[in-house]
């Protein structure tokens, strides 16, 4: 009984914190207090593991917190007029180094299970490769004839009503959903990081080197993300804004995107403003 209970709470602040949040949030809201709606099963994880962490912490809190207390009452001067001069307990030393150890066992073994199911997919079905560069992002589709675009933040007055500020990019990208999609990140100059915290990726671009990692997009929509990595003085303009569609979707628009870009002019790239 207590464990369902246990599980409701969490689950029932979510709620409460977002109850004017959009059914499809994908994007940073004000005053927002808990994690984006997941939209991949990597995502879906980290939330279940802080769960489990939130649930730790509050224990070890209330626990500390009535002993703080259970002290100040029982071992105060005026209950105790003669201190205690008590040096060691044999039995109390092993319960605080026994449960500890329990406590951090309980935190790593699904921590160690979630770190490495974040690695990789071992069937990839496609393959995306993010460049990052001072302040935008390009994207390579090798699967699909080598597409490749750039992807800039639209100023503030381009942007047409609905449009997020500071998030909204001239070409997104497109990737279709119940996919196994490898993404391999890499930087042109410095060091960047690629986030989209709906598939709860974050992951660095670093020059010189490929990072790897995965998504597998269980739900159609827009998902809005960020570098995360100070790159510069525009760091702040280098917003991620991915589409999920279906998959005959998506072969649709590889093909008009080959198109459309095949035809787009090699672009002079200027700093993003304000």
Not at 93 to 109: F, G
Not at 194 to 218: M, Q, S
Not at 234 to 256: D, I, L, Y
Request: hydrophobic residues 45%.
């Amino acid at each position: 009984m207590f464990t369902r209970f246990a599980r409701l709470i969490p689950s029932a602040a979510a709620i409460l914190l977002t109850a004017a949040v959009p059914a499809s949030a994908s994007q940073p809201r004000p005053w927002q207090m808990t994690f984006q709606p997941a939209a991949t099963p990597v995502m879906e994880q980290i939330q279940s593991f802080n769960d489990l962490l939130f649930w730790i912490i509050v224990a070890i809190t209330l626990f500390v917190l009535a002993l703080l207390c259970y002290c100040a009452i029982k071992f105060n001067e005026k209950s105790n007029p003669t201190p205690s001069k008590t040096t060691h307990n044999t039995a109390l030393e092993v319960i605080w180094t026994v449960v500890p150890i329990l406590i951090l066992v309980v935190i790593a073994v699904p921590s160690f299970r979630l770190l490495y199911f974040m690695d990789r997919t071992d069937k990839p079905e496609m393959t995306l490769k993010v460049v990052s560069h001072q302040w935008y992002w390009s994207y390579h589709y090798p699967d699909h004839g080598n597409l490749n675009f750039t992807s800039n933040m639209v100023p503030a007055e381009d942007l047409k009503p609905g449009q997020p500020r500071l998030l909204t990019v001239d070409n997104e990208v497109v990737l279709p959903v119940d996919t196994n999609v490898r993404v391999l990140a890499t930087s042109e100059d410095v060091i960047h990081n690629w986030a989209v915290p709906a598939f709860g990726v974050k992951i660095d671009t670093v020059p010189g080197r490929t990072n790897e990692t995965w998504v597998r997009i269980t739900k159609e929509g827009t998902y809005y993300g960020q570098c995360s990595e100070l790159c510069g003085i525009n760091h702040g303009f280098m917003p991620v804004q991915v589409r999920a569609v279906s998959k005959a979707a998506f072969a649709q628009w590889t093909e008009e995107a080959k198109k459309k870009f095949a035809a787009t002019p090699e672009t002079v790239h200027v700093a993003a403003t304000r």
